[in-house]
């Protein structure tokens, strides 16, 4: 047991105190508010920029925005954070609602300036980007000039983003009510109970074979019964998407989430490419799992299964000092920032009822601070993902220096540096490991997160792909959508599955995430990518940190492709880039395989 007492909750009253009835809170909504309608009247008059003159007055809009847009995402933040915490707190999903309509006014605000921006005369466009005003946010700027050219008219946008806000957004938050309201009874220890889908999805990594299934098969029996709520939503989340890009003669489902993540066709196709010529090595290692279970074949509720007697259990207090003490061997910087993360309470990790499932990092931009949100149960593999949303938190805090227009990153690089966290932590467990035991199981821990990137990410890929040409043609039925995933799990498994989860379309909250199309792809990204940025960090020692914080603070202005040829010198469009990084993943799976070979 560690010596430090670290708080196991979150502080959320730094923000806004009193929770989501706050009157804080509800102070800066309405400011917020306002300062909204006060924005709209100055842009009635904002007209496209005659001369580099006009330098100036833009400025004056970017920082009037940057105002508007830091204070609406902190309480956004918050209230997401409300809701996570408790699944039952209607008034936060009220929030939620009066959330959705700002956020509309705001992206119709920012559609106008798109709009007028784009219809500045290129020679004039040229030199206010050559202004010392405007100099710094070349790239974004482009790239809002870019996104409004291939946008219908300002009328047409606006009112597809005021009729997402009680249509294609309210379909995702029923969603979160639906799986919010879930519970299921699971025989753990002995003893039932009754679980949240956060709390049975736990029950993966049990010790105990019985409670893995059990717990899948009392989920799946959840997911079934509603099935036909899922479907519902999903498709219409799909409709919704496939008519806005059909107006805006937008002929592929992947236009929007290439643009947002910065990244070309030929990047994702070799990523990928390059994950199925060479997914062997972990069909064989699935195969020797199963065995090792005692199963003829890999069930799905078996992927997460320790295969050791000697997983040790890590409190939180013991996982926060592990985190600590490995951060500090990268740089000082990392391992200062997450220490005053521990220690501020930046961190929601009880195990208890109502929190909605899975976990997040969310940024306060106002405040400059994060919170993290997670469901810790003592497991190596909560230990990791502790380290990967630490990962996200440090991200923001590295882009602390950088103006506010300099700081959306896409979300393949946000996966990049917590990956790039997770990876110093697992690698480190491997390192200490005092048993073969220990170390088969901490190697093990560190090739399921491969087989999720490169399997497991690859049928969610599948399957939204295949679902969406389907859509094209009308609402695809519940049965069909367990087919479809069905067949996505056992081509990106290569076969090595006898049971699949064919509801896993309904239980991940990916699909319904309206804020992001195909919220999964850019996850492999920063796998590989990460691999990459940490066998740099292994060659240059304690002297890579700098130049880590380099990488992150150019991670928002500029594509994908020119980031890694400006920091790894690395063409990421050929196929030759990921394979380097596969190889050391292919490296765990036989040093695992040659230990368990040994053991006979």
């Not at 996982?319 to 005053?340: D, V």
């Not at 130049?547 to 980031?563: C, F, H, N, P, R």
């Amino acid at each position: 047991m560690a010596e430090k007492l670290y708080p196991i909750t979150w502080d959320l009253d730094s923000f806004f105190k009193g929770g989501s009835v706050s009157n804080d809170l509800r102070i800066h909504l309405d400011e917020v508010k306002e300062k909204l309608k006060v924005f709209e009247e100055k842009l009635k008059s904002f007209v496209a920029p005659n001369s580099s003159e006009d330098a100036q007055k833009l400025e004056n809009i970017i920082n009037e925005l940057k105002d508007i847009a830091t204070n609406l995402s902190e309480a956004g933040a918050v209230i997401g954070c409300y809701q996570a915490q408790d699944t039952t707190d209607k008034h936060a999903a009220l929030l939620e609602g009066e959330m959705g309509s700002i956020y509309a006014k705001f992206s119709s605000l920012m559609l106008v300036i798109q709009q007028v921006l784009s219809k500045t005369e290129e020679t004039v466009w040229n030199g206010l980007m050559e202004s010392k005003e405007l100099s710094e946010y070349t790239f974004v700027l482009n790239e809002w000039r870019d996104e409004a050219k291939k946008m219908l008219s300002e009328k047409e946008e606006d009112m597809i983003t005021t009729l997402g806000v009680d249509g294609y957004h309210a379909w995702g938050q029923l969603y979160d009510l639906l799986v919010g309201d879930i519970r299921v009874k699971v025989k753990v220890d002995g003893v039932e109970k009754e679980l949240s889908v956060g709390q049975a999805n736990n029950l993966s990594s049990h010790e105990n074979a019985a409670t893995r299934k059990e717990a899948f098969e009392a989920l799946e029996t959840a997911w079934t019964d509603k099935e036909e709520f899922f479907a519902k939503t999903l498709n219409h989340l799909a409709g919704f998407r496939l008519a806005v890009y059909e107006k805006r003669g937008w002929e592929s489902v992947l236009q929007e989430p290439l643009d947002i993540n910065r990244m070309k066709q030929e990047t994702l196709d070799a990523m990928w490419g390059a994950i199925s010529k060479n997914k062997a090595p972990f069909v064989e290692y699935l195969n020797v799992k199963s065995t090792m279970l005692g199963e003829k074949g890999m069930h799905w509720y078996d992927l997460d299964a320790p295969v050791s007697a000697s997983t040790e259990k890590m409190d939180y207090q013991t996982g926060a000092e592990f985190i600590l003490k490995h951060f500090k061997e990268f740089g000082p910087k990392l391992e200062a920032f997450t220490r005053n993360a521990f220690e501020k309470g930046w961190i929601e990790a009880e195990d208890r009822p109502n929190k909605r499932p899975g976990g997040f990092c969310t940024g306060m931009p106002v405040s400059e601070e994060s919170r993290i949100f997670m469901t810790y149960s003592g497991t190596m593999s909560n230990v990791s993902t502790l380290a990967h949303e630490l990962g996200h938190a440090f991200h923001s805090y590295a882009l602390k220096p950088v103006h506010w227009m300099n700081r959306q990153y896409a979300m393949g690089v946000a996966e990049t540096a917590s990956t790039f966290a997770e990876m110093i932590v697992a690698d480190a467990a491997v390192k200490e490991a005092k048993t073969d035991d220990e170390k088969i199981a901490l190697l093990e821990d560190k090739i399921q997160r491969s087989v999720a990137f490169f399997m497991n990410i690859h049928a969610r890929f599948l399957f939204e792909t295949r679902f969406y040409e389907e859509r094209k043609n009308g609402i695809v039925s519940a049965t069909k959508l367990n087919e479809l995933m069905e067949t996505a799990q056992k081509e990106a498994y290569g076969n090595a599955l006898e049971t699949t989860h064919p509801h896993f379309w309904a239980s991940k909250l990916h699909f319904y995430i309206t804020g992001v199309p195909f919220y999964n792809f850019p996850y492999t990204f920063g796998y590989l990518f990460s691999l990459s940025i940490y066998a740099k960090a292994i060659n240059e020692g304690a002297n890579f940190e700098e130049k880590y914080i380099a990488l992150l603070q150019d991670t928002a202005v500029m594509s994908v492709e020119d980031l890694a040829m400006k920091h790894l010198d690395e063409d990421i469009t050929k196929e030759a880039f990921w394979i380097k990084g596969i190889n050391l993943c292919i490296q765990d799976v036989n040093e695992f395989i040659q230990l368990i070979n040994a053991k006979g």
